[in-house]
């Protein structure tokens, strides 16, 4: 436990910065009943059949306890011919939030062959990609560091070089361009599959607004000690705000809203998504390089034992919004499924 005065130290570090007051935490069951819990056709043309709420209890695809919400896919049954795909899960929060700091604190993120999980946040009125799509967790299959990625509307470009850890991928965020792409930055040691779940996991951090542009942070479990006291305890959050500045460290990806790319024009108010798919247009294209067995549907659709580590398990996810906003930014508005 960190001493009295570095606390002390963390209160008067946000007197000078811009200061992000707790807009809603969500935390164990609270998963449960404030997010929507949709069952469409996989839009990414996946292998998978979104369930409900009730389902995913009644299979056990769901669970929450104090300080814990699971997500997984079926890890048990063979997928019946006919069918959409692999049961699993797909949970939109019902809350929407512009100039925000978010923080994911995560202890395993689904992995393995033909698994292609995202946590991500969309336009509340599009449509997409209309409002702009945050990618803040990604990647497919074998992959062994995370993709952040911004998809928009015309016209927004990022430059090629930037003060972060991360490395670019991408710099056009246009959707229409390169089969939507995006403009994407890798690289943060420890943030994807297998590794991550093998350090214990970690926390994400990811700011937005006109001032700041986007920028996201990643902390290993393993670097508890360089993390900062209001991510690491949302408790001491509640004390002091928020306030991402040099204390946090270099972020592992920038984003920066210019005239190379409009923050108005491009972003608005975004809900939080969080899903779990198979094969489909990324994982199932990238498949047969990704030193897999076989082929992705075989996989998905006739070895359910590949799927056991196909889960996700939040510790919780805090949204912060500017101080002098109101708590609750918006009415829970219905989500159609």
């Not at 995006?182 to 991550?196: I, N, R, W």
């Not at 998905?300 to 398990?313: L, S």
Request: with cysteine; glycine share 10%.
């Amino acid at each position: 436990m960190r001493s009295a005065l570095a606390l002390l130290a963390a209160l008067a570090s946000v007197v000078a910065a811009q200061v992000y007051t707790l807009a809603d935490a969500y935390v164990g069951s609270e998963f449960l009943g404030t997010w929507t819990w949709q069952t469409i056709v996989d839009p990414t043309n996946g292998d998978v059949n979104y369930v409900d709420l009730g389902t995913a209890v009644a299979q056990n695809l769901t669970y929450a306890s104090l300080d814990k919400f699971v997500m997984r896919a079926d890890s048990t049954n063979v997928v019946a011919n006919g069918t959409r795909g692999r049961n699993s899960i797909r949970v939109l929060s019902n809350r929407a939030y512009s100039d925000s700091v978010a923080v994911l604190d995560l202890e395993h993120m689904p992995q393995g062959c033909a698994t292609w999980p995202a946590f991500w946040s969309l336009s509340q009125t599009g449509p997409w990609p209309d409002g702009g799509e945050i990618d803040i967790i990604e990647g497919v299959n074998l992959q062994t560091g995370n993709l952040m990625s911004l998809h928009t509307s015309p016209n927004c470009t990022m430059p090629a070089t930037r003060t972060m850890s991360g490395g670019v991928t991408s710099t056009i965020c246009d959707a229409d361009y390169n089969s939507n792409q995006g403009c994407g930055v890798s690289g943060a040691p420890l943030s994807y599959g297998a590794d991550f779940n093998g350090a214990a996991g970690g926390w994400f951090a990811v700011q937005r607004g006109a001032a700041t542009g986007i920028r996201a942070w990643f902390w290993s479990r393993q670097d508890a000690a360089s993390v900062p006291l209001a991510v690491q305890y949302p408790l001491v959050a509640a004390i002091t705000g928020v306030s991402p500045d040099a204390s946090w460290g270099e972020p592992y990806a920038v984003f920066p809203m210019d005239a190379e790319c409009n923050y108005e024009e491009h972003f608005n108010a975004h809900q939080f998504v969080f899903d779990l798919t198979f094969c489909g247009d990324w994982a199932g294209s990238a498949y047969p390089t990704s030193g897999c067995p076989g082929t992705c549907t075989d996989l998905v659709n006739n070895h359910p034992e590949a799927f056991t580590e196909a889960y996700w398990e939040v510790n919780g996810l805090w949204i912060y919004t500017p101080f002098g906003q109101p708590t609750s930014p918006n009415p829970p508005y219905p989500s159609s499924s």
